[in-house]
């Protein structure tokens, strides 16, 4: 049995040949970062508010999802004439190129890029509609709704029935579904998913609100009058108000809601970050839960709050590399009234990384007491894709602390947890660029000395061909693919000579240069092994 992770855009026949022991390392080549600020993707629907200065144009991209006829505006108090707006189709060839005015534009489906200037510092407030997406009268084949569409219907004599679908995102944000009916008419809007299932009458409200982290919903519009007419326009919240690090924020959970979110984007490792919820009424009980997870949906804190029972805490994070992250505070009582508080979110991040030149050697101390667990970060930076990485300590044997390598300061991508691991890390560069090391201390004071080699890019192997090597007992060959097109099968045929034990290992990165794991399965005892994979 072994085990494998596999950067697969497409797989491919392959045939490789080793002895005694072989790692293989399946990678596809990353783009290198730009110097170009990079664009920031929005929804459509979605009111976009961002600060802009004469020096720091602002690109975005936004995907159309059929063509239709698309508006731009500014809903903030910008003055006219203060932005530009200029807009681009995926090849490239610019749709318009002036004052950032309501305008109309007929787009093709796809993804488009927006870059808009400021002739002095302006608050930005885009909305981007489009009108686009229908209503059905027949429930068996519902039309298709869109985030950001607007539907206007005439004539209508019974119910309209469409399948309204939300992008996934790594945050739940708030659904608008506004319903305009013509004068003096009335109308009942329903709408039901996985865990929504709401109405409302136009003759109370045309807004009905639900949150969601993408899905597809049912949305029905019945009609009161015989032969009406009415407007549905989808709107978005988007991404949750920053909350900043060491500056507490005051809010409300309102009385038609049970939950508030923001997102916190640290920019640097902070070993622990301070969770405090204050500010609470605490005349009487209130039971609060607040959540945590990172971009990918993964659950990092969850805690239970009982006002009136238990004191109001502070929680710890811990080990928070750079990156994006949402924090949720739900109300979990039935309540009507307003519930305020404040919410801090504190801690000091981890020293500045050192240094580290390919094949210098660097000294170091470190001392782990009851009150202090220090941390030491280090970077340093690969100059070729594909490179072998060798990261190497010397030190006692009987030191205990873990040593990681990553990506971002205090990530941890590649791991050696001593004084039980091995005291080399060895990895292929997915990409060129910084990487970093991470020296987490367990016990005791003790000194150490770190080393980072960059040896030239592994061999590549023949695609449809044979590709020879040999390994010494103990030791390990790297290998590597680079991988282009998707959608894909792979099989690696690896043989050694008879009697021998072939370990075949897998490491591979999606597009991002994240390692993404793959289980698969072998002939242990043998000097032969077929991997076959899929995408």
Known sequence: ??????????????????????????????????????AIQIMLGENFAQTLTPEQPLVLTFDAPEEGDYQFQDTGTTPDGATTLVVRDVAGETLYDGPLVP??????????????????????ALLIMGQIGELSPDATVPGVLFAGGIVEA??????????????????????????????????????????????????????????????????????????????????????????????????????????????????????????????????APVNLEVHVEDEQGVTLYKQRYATGSEPQGTNLLEQITPGRYFLTLTRLDETDTELPFELALTGAPAPESIPIENGGEIQGDIAVTEAAAPIQLYRFNVE?????????????????????VGRKEGESLWRAALPLGAPTIQFVAPEAGPYYVTLLGSQGVFSYTLQ????????????????????????????????????????????GSNRTELDLSINGYDETGKPVEVRLASTPQSSTEVVSLIT
Not at 4 to 13: E, G, H, N, Q
Request: charged share 15%; proline share 7%; net charge negative.
């Open 452 to 495: 980072v080699l960059e040896s030239a890019p592994v061999p590549q192997i023949n695609v449809n061909g044979l590709t020879w090597g040999d390994v010494a007992a103990g030791d390990v060959t790297f290998f590597r693919l680079p991988l282009v097109d998707a959608q894909r099968w792979v099989t690696l045929l690896l043989a």
């Open 103 to 124: 305008t109309e534009l007929r787009l093709a489906a796809g993804n488009h890029q927006l870059m808009i200037s400021a002739a002095q510092e302006v608050q930005l």
């Open 1 to 38: 049995m072994f085990s494998a992770s596999v950067r697969l855009i497409i797989y491919l026949s392959l045939l490789s040949l080793g002895l005694t022991r072989v790692t293989g390392a399946l990678y596809a080549a990353a783009p290198s970062p730009q110097d170009a600020r990079p």
């Open 384 to 404: 070729q894709t594909g490179a072998l990485i060798t990261v190497s300590r010397t030190d006692s044997a009987e030191n205990d602390y873990v040593l990681n």
């Open 154 to 283: 005439q004539n209508v004599e019974g119910a309209l029935v469409g399948s309204l679908i939300i992008p996934q995102t790594p945050y739940a944000q708030e659904i608008s579904l506004n319903i305009v009916p013509a004068t003096g008419e009335s109308y009942l809007t329903s709408v039901q998913g996985a865990d929504v299932n709401a109405v409302i009458s136009t003759d109370e409200t045309n807004q009905l609100r639900f949150i969601s982290r993408g899905g597809l919903y049912q949305v029905i519009v019945q009609p009161d009058s015989p032969v009406t007419s009415f407007t549905l326009a989808t709107q978005v919240s988007g991404p949750p108000p920053l909350l900043p690090i060491d500056a507490p924020v005051t809010g409300v959970i309102p009385a038609d809601a049970s939950s508030v979110a923001w997102r916190f984007e640290p920019e640097r490792f902070y070993p622990t970050l301070s969770i405090q919820l204050n500010g609470l009424d605490v005349s």
